[in-house]
Structures are given as structure tokens and as C-alpha cells.
């Protein structure tokens, strides 16, 4: 179950570790130094039957990586995400969220995945799933710890720039991840996200405390909408304009 606060912002600045620190040392919480990550993230539909059911089904690329091996585990380029049951209440977004790494980018959807299309009404098997929108998006990442805690990270604060592009051609089967030139994204917007990496009773409460620290420094506005949500409401009104 994926759990976070999500807020839009029209400011660009990325804090730095002692802005952060000196915002959070109220609730008695720290940061340690951001991480910087590249990826496109690829959302498919058929003809909106996954998003009327309630899923969003993305194809994640990480830019700049290949398939290498850590610690002796196989680690792969292209993660597939089935997000459903999402329920809002203002900035509050929670939802169950299955991950699987996968590679080469054309590799055939994972079976919990085939098997979920196929019974969406309207939605008839993965053959038909097409892309609906690209997502470029740029994220400097922080974790939260307990001051007097270095080892268990409560929280993520994700800084995130998204451009958001037409959606990329794809193979017959529709799952090919695409890519476009930068003159080809059309929209960008800025989010900020605080996510709970732990489930216990004072996860939200928390994240509520790290919104208000982040908050003296960058302005936010309580976002209700998903990243998919807001890139297609954008796209929508450029293509109508």
C-alpha cells in the first residue's frame, strides 16, 4: 500500500540538505543528501478501460541505466507498476501498488498484469493496451530519519520537474516503452511528494509534519490529482487550444 502526500508547486527550488534539516529539527527529524534520478514513465489504457476500473498500468525507464548486476542481483532498466484502489482526501493519496522489474523494454507484459486486463470490462487482453501519455520527469530525492535513528528511513521527499509529451509510438503490441526528442514534450509542471516508508500509526501524521517543514521553505498546494491526471488535463488543453 503506497502512501503519500502529494502537493504542486510553482517553485523550482530544490532545498538543500541544511534548509531541510533546520526546517525539520522542530519535529525532530533529519535529511540526508538527495538523490538525483532520470526516467520516462510510459501509461497505457485501452480506450480508457483501465483508468474507468480504477487501475493505472505505466512501463518505467530509467535513463542512463543498463542491465548490470549488484550484489549479485540481476537488476533491470524497465520496472512495470499496476497501481489500483486509490482512494484522495486532499493531498492524501493511498493505493495498492504492484511493482516486477523486467528487461529487455520489449518484454511481454507480466502475467498478473495480462491476467488483470483481460477481466476489465471493455479492456479485452493486453494485445489492445496502447500508450496514452509520456512522462519525462527529473526527481531529487530525499529520505527522513528519526534524529536519534540512522537506520530506518521513515519518509521519502521526492522533488520532482515532469514534461509531459504526446504519447510515443509502440510496437503491434502495444508495449514497447517510447522516447521523444525534448522539442517534442510539450508541457512541464513541478510536484512535490512525501511518501511513508513505514506503515506504522504515526506514518500520516508524520508525513503531515514534514509537509508543514517543507512548506516554510517551498510553497505547495494540496494536489488531488495523480501525475497521469494532471499531464493529461495539460495535454488536453494545449491540443484544444
Not at 501498488?97 to 486486463?117: I, L, Y
Request: glycine letters at 8%; aromatic letters at 4%; hydrophobic letters at 40%.
Amino acid at each position: 500500500m503506497e502512501r503519500e502526500l502529494k502537493f504542486s508547486t510553482l517553485d523550482e527550488h530544490v532545498p538543500s540538505v541544511p534548509e531541510l534539516n533546520l526546517a525539520l529539527d522542530a519535529g525532530r527529524l533529519r535529511v540526508v543528501p538527495g538523490r538525483v534520478s532520470n526516467h520516462v514513465d510510459v501509461y497505457y489504457d485501452v480506450d480508457g478501460a483501465l483508468a474507468a476500473a480504477g487501475y493505472a498500468l505505466r512501463r518505467r525507464r530509467r535513463v542512463g541505466a543498463g542491465p548490470r548486476t549488484e550484489t549479485g542481483v540481476a537488476y533491470f532498466p524497465v520496472q512495470v507498476t499496476l497501481k489500483s484502489d486509490s482512494t484522495v482526501a486532499g493531498a492524501l493519496h493511498q493505493r495498492t501498488e504492484e511493482q516486477w522489474q523486467v528487461g529487455p523494454a520489449d518484454q511481454p507484459w507480466p502475467e498478473t498484469v495480462a491476467v488483470t486486463v483481460s477481466a476489465v470490462p471493455g479492456a479485452h487482453g493486453v494485445e489492445r493496451l496502447r500508450p496514452v501519455a509520456e512522462l519525462s520527469i527529473r526527481r531529487v530525492a530525499f529520505l527522513v530519519f528519526a534524529a536519534e535513528d540512522e537506520m530506518t528511513p521513515l519518509a521519502e521527499v521526492a522533488f520532482d520537474e515532469v514534461s509531459c509529451g504526446v504519447p510515443p509510438r509502440a510496437g503491434a503490441d502495444g508495449t514497447a516503452p517510447g522516447a521523444h526528442d525534448s522539442a517534442d514534450l510539450v508541457a512541464t509542471f513541478h510536484e512535490v511528494e512525501i511518501e511513508a516508508l513505514t506503515d506504522d500509526d504515526g506514518s500520516i501524521g508524520r508525513l503531515t509534519v514534514i509537509a508543514d517543514a517543507v512548506e516554510t521553505i517551498v510553497k505547495l498546494t494540496p494536489s488531488s490529482a495523480s501525475k497521469l491526471e494532471r499531464a493529461k488535463a495539460l495535454l488536453d488543453a494545449i491540443v484544444g487550444s
